[in-house]
Every structure is written in structure tokens, then in C-alpha cells.
């Protein structure tokens, strides 16, 4: 499903160059639940932007579902992201005026497997992901009204509407309390038994990672360690 070889990212510094990877390659199997860990810096989220279709390459090759994305454009990346990959932030990135069931539904606004969904398919697409995560009573609450758990929630509706095959996250227990992670990763733990799905997780918990088929740990934009 995921192919990565050679993959580098380069940023310009000045006069001075900023390797975020050097070199990663990586294959991601069907129904693997993979955690990425390492320091700050060391390149995990980097080499996760790439593989969410938010980032491309410097060089390298990188294929996906057997198709070449590396040197797509904005906008091809945004299809495939849409269509394929569901994304879920540390930081929620809800919109603070936007109730549960509209931020739910932003993704099927796009096209999506080449038609449009009408509104009231796309608004009982968004209340059955809500429902999956249990936040059906809460549709109609904007973010300022929930609590930090109920947004992650939110934000994997969101990830969910789509029926990607891959889910992505970066962090997705970061920023909430113990209890409230606990409730995340159960709900991971459902997408990756019962629903077959692919999860990449950029990680510092170990319990998190725990729950993994398996583990890579970066260090200087390398994959130095894997364990299953």
C-alpha cells in the first residue's frame, strides 16, 4: 500500500541546508497499524506529512496504493489526499465557529470518487461518523463547547467521513488527559481489528505504541530502529 524509497526533504537555511530526512525508506502493508517515534526534530512528522499527501519529497520515490505521488502537484496531492487518507491532528484544526456536524462534513464537499453527494447524503454520512465516535448528541456544539477529548473525537469523524484506507496522526494524544487518550486509542484500536484499516501514529506514548504491529524510531531524519 505504502512504498517509500530514498525518500530526503530538504529545507533551505540561509545560506545552509536542513535535511528533515535523509534517505528513509519504508513500506506500509494493508491493515498495519505502524507508530513512528523518535526526539523532537528527528524528522517523524515530516516523514508523516509526506506520506498524508500535505508534503512531497525533495527526492526519493514514494507510491502509494501503486501509484507515483512524489511528483504531483498541489492539487492531484489534494485528490488523492481526499480520497484516500484521513488526517488527525494534534491540535484538532477545527474551525472555532463551525458546529460538530458541518466540521464533519467538509470532506464530502469535495468530489469524491468522481460525483457529488448531495447534502443530505453527506449530512447522514456526517452524523453516522459521529455516532461511530460518540459524539451523536453533540452535533450541533461548536469546539468551545466540547471538551478536548470530544474535538479529537470530532477531528476522527472528520478523518473517518471520507472512508479512507489509511489514517494518519500526528500526536492524536497529546494535548488531552490521560482518560481522554485512553478513549482515542480505543477507538484506533476498533479501526485497526474491525475495520482492517492502515494507521500510521507519530508518537512520544509508549503505551501507544504498544498497541502497534510495529514500531520505527527516527534519529536525524533516519530510521534507526524497528521492532514488532
Known sequence: MIELEDITKVYPMGGE???ALDGVSLSV???EWLAIMGPSGCGKSTLLNIIGCLDTPTSGRYRLNGQAV????????AAVRNRSIGYVFQNFNLLPRTPALRQVMLPLQYRHGGQMISGAEQEARARA???WVGLADRADHVPSELSGGQRQRVAIARALVNEPTILVADEPTGNLDSRSGADILRLFESLYKDRQMTILVVTHDEEIAAHAGRTIRMRDGRIVHEEK
Open 17 to 19: 541546508v536542513l535535511r
Open 29 to 31: 502493508p494493508r491493515g
Open 70 to 77: 512524489d511528483g504531483l502537484d498541489d492539487g492531484a496531492l
Open 129 to 131: 461518523a459521529l455516532d
